[in-house]
C-alpha cells in the first residue's frame, strides 16, 4: 500500500524559500515515480513535479521550471521539492503522489495515474 507522509510547508514573503518532503513507503522507491500536485481554493489540480524512481529523470510544469527543484534521497526513501523565487500564485494545499508509470514520458499526464497521494501541506506566499 502506497503511503506518503509530506511536512515542509509554511508560510512565507514573495521571493522567498521552502523545502517539502516527502517520506514513502509500502513500494518499493526504485520502481515507482513520485511527484507533487497542488491545488489551491476554488482551483483545479495541477500537477508540479515528479521524479522516475529508475533514472532521476523529471519532469516540471511550466509555471516553475528555473524556480523549483525535486530531488530523491533513496536510502530514506524521501523526495525534497525545493522552491525558490516563491510568487503569490503558488500559494496551495501540495500532496505527495506515487504512481509506477515513469513520470518523464508521461509528463503532466503521469498525475491522472498515480495510485497514491498523502494529507498534503499548506504553502501560503504573502504577496
Known amino acids: 500500500e502506497v503511503q506518503l507522509v509530506e511536512s515542509g510547508g509554511g508560510k512565507v514573503q514573495a521571493g522567498g524559500s521552502l523545502r517539502l518532503s516527502c517520506a514513502a513507503s509500502?513500494?518499493?522507491?526504485?520502481?515507482?515515480?513520485i511527484g507533487w500536485f497542488r491545488q489551491a481554493p476554488g482551483k483545479e489540480r495541477e500537477g508540479v513535479s515528479c521524479?522516475?524512481?529508475?533514472?532521476?529523470?523529471?519532469y516540471y510544469v511550466d509555471s516553475v521550471k528555473g524556480r523549483f527543484t525535486i530531488s530523491s534521497a533513496y536510502a530514506m526513501n524521501t523526495v525534497y521539492l525545493q522552491m525558490n523565487s516563491l510568487k503569490s500564485e503558488d500559494s496551495a494545499v501540495y500532496y505527495c503522489?506515487?504512481?509506477?508509470?515513469?513520470?518523464?514520458?508521461?509528463?503532466?499526464?503521469?498525475?491522472?495515474?498515480?495510485?497514491?497521494w498523502g494529507q498534503g501541506t499548506l504553502v501560503t506566499v504573502s504577496s
Open positions: 521524479i522516475s524512481g529508475s533514472n532521476s529523470n523529471t
Open positions: 503522489s506515487a504512481g509506477i508509470l515513469d513520470c518523464e514520458v508521461y509528463g503532466s499526464s503521469w498525475f491522472k495515474y498515480v495510485e497514491g
Open positions: 509500502g513500494f518499493r522507491f526504485d520502481d515507482y515515480s
